[in-house]
């Protein structure tokens, strides 16, 4: 016989009809009443309504979202519209709480799902832990957001996610858990996308960011009194004070006799008659609902016991004590899981004006008069290349030369893209120092922690190593938090010994999080001097967002350890690149005593000893961020390198052409790759490098020794 689902009602009359609520899971065991939390009315409706696409619901606990909103939904699907189900959980560990707290007693219940889903666990396909199966073809299924697999090997209508700020924004690499979700929707037009959980730190919450972007609901209150509305708030919970008692934590504070005040009265409400004007609430949107519906509620709300205003009282007055001591951790609980807020954590960063208002009057792409060397760093996207180049001078004092994006035509990933061969342009360039000496970039890092990006990355390293040019490095972050800024590489090519290759590809592990600390740490240093860093006004007006698109906040994956994590939206790649270029400095170890700094200087002095002679022409002076000519040779394949990487190769001088061949574009010499500009950089803009051609072996192998020595 064929499932025949029975007629369809809104989720909230079917809750009100059919739920039961499971004694020992609530204080109010037995039949559901949307009376008792007249609040989750309103996200039920918009559940139901096809114009909203995406149900968003900022929150603090003990406001039903998950047993009230979430799971009447749920059992209303289950039972009279079954369809695919995904819900997204931050680990593993949250599917069996959820499944044991949440949805198995909801099941058992009630009688219209027990009949439906058996919850005894089989090997059987349509009964596992983690995937239950229902009459009419639907199906729930629950994952982690720790794996990409796991989310996108599903294509469904419905999705969910539980508590979005503790999701995965990282999945091994390949991008946000919640946005692979999002993704999973897009081929059916009834999708509906349910978001909702506790925001976590100010700025870096996903479900805070999600709020802002919807019609901002709050629940209005009627005052039983004088009949005016308002969205409850902490602000008019009043404390009584006694002179007469000094209590150990609380001080003068009664929190047993803690009352509200309506704010445009006075009017006093106990919780009894906070809980009756709350039935009488309702919901006011902000902003057009554009097919995003958002709801904002926090426990003054809750008529539960735990909630009562005694009892919130006594769990500030605490958080109050902890913070004078210094241990934020229970007043961002407090913030958190009371008053539904994101807490606002300030690390004593300088912000994006402040750091616009210093910028020095020098040129870009000209390293200035003090500095002596030049290094970059690359961060490394799907689209383009990321790039910062800066010049450092004595005491690690420094300089920021340039900022900017080199894009791809077709994919970082496509060996022969432009974006590669313009990168080689920047690195194995001359750049006039502000003397009118030619000065080139010593060392570079370029990032190779993105699963999808690596095997470009690792093949341009390789490629490049050998050649005439800056100690070019591959290089990740550290997992640890503690690490060192500065760890020796780590082999990863092997010879057919199987013994780490002489030549091979080597990744440098950065630690990311003491780098960051530093660079933070001399943003805030005034005027000239070691350490000091310096950027100039004509750089990209985006540079000052991007390096404050971070802040060093607890994290609760490391135990409320302080990490640096990227504000929810915000663009890092300068802030990354700013670290890989300072990382490759101190490979050079120009932070150590014995750097000599005069010999750097007098090798400054003596102008570019490899190079010759140059015209003006010969200089950087552009980096060309949308490159389109395609290269006329191809990259050297990765066969070739493996039979070559036990021992470099030094190009020989290249025999001058006879005066009847076409000319050819200028080919920068390397050991085993050599690049071609195009013709375009021949004639519209200034010429690439010179090469070495020309120069002896003996001459290549002591400007080699020289330069990846450091």
Not at 226 to 239: A, F, M, R
Not at 561 to 572: D, E, I, P, Y
Request: charged fraction near 25%; aromatic fraction near 8%; hydrophobic fraction near 35%.
């Amino acid at each position: 016989m064929s499932f025949i689902p029975p007629p369809q009602m809104s989720t909230n009359n079917w809750a009100n009809k059919y739920r039961w609520l499971a004694k020992g899971t609530t204080a109010k065991a037995g039949k559901y009443s949307s009376d008792y939390t007249p609040w989750v009315k309103g996200m039920l409706d918009a559940l139901d309504d096809p114009e909203i696409r995406e149900v968003v619901c900022t929150k603090s606990s003990q406001v039903a979202w998950t047993d009230g909103a979430w799971n009447n939904y749920l059992g209303r699907r289950m039972h009279q519209d079954p369809c695919g189900i995904l819900m997204l959980m931050p680990k593993e560990t949250s599917i069996n709480k959820y499944l044991r707290t949440k949805f198995n007693p909801m099941v058992t219940a009630t009688p219209v799902l027990n009949e439906l889903i058996n919850l005894g666990v089989s090997r059987s396909s349509d009964n596992t832990k983690d995937y239950k199966e229902f009459p009419g073809g639907g199906f729930l299924a629950l994952v982690g957001s720790g794996s990409p697999d796991n989310v996108k090997s599903w294509s469904v209508p419905v999705g969910c996610v539980e508590e979005p700020d503790d999701c995965s924004g990282d999945v091994q690499g390949q991008g946000d858990s919640v946005e692979h979700l999002r993704d999973r929707l897009k081929t059916f037009e009834d999708s509906k996308l349910i978001f909702g959980g506790t925001p976590t730190i100010k700025g870096f919450s996903r479900v805070e960011e999600a709020y802002k972007k919807s019609d901002r609901r709050q629940f209005w209150v009627p005052c039983h009194e004088c009949g005016e509305y308002h969205v409850l708030h902490w602000d008019n919970v009043i404390i009584p004070e006694d002179p007469s008692v000094n209590h150990e934590v609380y001080g003068r504070f009664q929190p047993e006799q803690a009352y509200y005040v309506c704010p445009h009265n006075g009017c006093i409400w106990d919780d009894r008659q906070k809980n009756l004007n709350v039935k009488k609430a309702e919901w006011r949107a902000e902003a057009e609902t554009k097919g995003v519906a958002g709801f904002k509620i926090n426990e003054l709300y809750s008529p539960f016991p735990g909630s009562k205003l005694a009892a919130l009282a006594d769990k500030f007055l605490v958080a109050q004590q902890h913070l004078k001591q210094g241990d934020e951790g229970k007043m961002i609980h407090f913030t958190n899981t009371t008053l539904g807020e994101a807490y606002e954590y300030k690390d004593g960063s300088p912000d994006a004006e402040t750091l616009e208002a210093k910028a020095e009057n020098y040129s870009v792409l000209i390293p200035p008069q003090r500095s002596l060397l030049m290094t970059a760093g690359i961060d490394v996207q799907p689209d383009r290349l990321a790039v910062v180049l800066m010049a450092w001078g004595r005491g690690e004092e420094s300089w920021i030369v340039y900022w900017g994006e080199i894009h791809a035509v077709t994919s970082v990933n496509d060996l022969n893209d432009p974006c590669w061969y313009e990168l080689d342009r920047v690195l194995s360039g001359v750049y006039r120092h502000e003397s009118g000496a030619p000065m080139r970039i010593a060392a570079a890092g370029i990032d190779s922690g993105d699963g999808n990006t690596n095997d470009a990355v690792y093949h341009y390293v390789r490629s490049r190593k050998a050649g005439i040019g800056p100690k070019l490095m591959a290089i990740k972050g550290s997992s640890e938090i503690d690490a060192e800024i500065l760890k020796l590489p780590k082999p990863i090519d092997v010879s057919a010994t199987t013994k780490a290759a002489k030549w091979g590809l080597q990744i440098w592990v950065v630690g990311v999080n003491k780098l960051k600390d530093l660079i933070s740490g001399r943003l805030r240093l005034e005027g000239s001097g070691p350490g000091r860093i310096h950027w100039p006004v004509g750089i990209r007006s985006d540079f000052y967002k991007q390096i404050t698109g971070e802040s060093k906040i607890p994290s609760r994956k490391h135990g409320g350890k302080l990490v640096w994590t990227a504000k929810s939206g915000a663009s890092v790649e300068a802030w990354d690149s700013m670290g890989y270029a300072t990382h490759s400095a101190r490979v050079l170890r120009i932070n150590l005593p014995k750097y000599d700094w005069d010999a750097r200087e007098a090798e400054l002095s003596q102008g570019d000893l490899l190079g010759g002679s140059f015209e003006d022409d010969d200089f950087i002076t552009y980096i060309d961020e949308h490159p389109e000519d395609l290269p006329e040779t191809s990259v050297v394949p990765i066969e070739k390198l493996e039979v070559e990487m036990d021992r470099p190769e030094l190009s020989e001088p290249e025999p001058k052409q006879p005066q009847s061949q076409q000319p050819q574009p200028h080919k920068p010499k390397t050991r085993t790759f050599k690049p071609q500009t195009s013709t375009r950089h021949q004639t519209d803009r200034p010429n690439p490098p010179p090469t070495a051609a020309g120069k002896s072996v003996a001459d290549q192998i002591a400007e080699l020794g020289r330069r990846m020595g450091g």
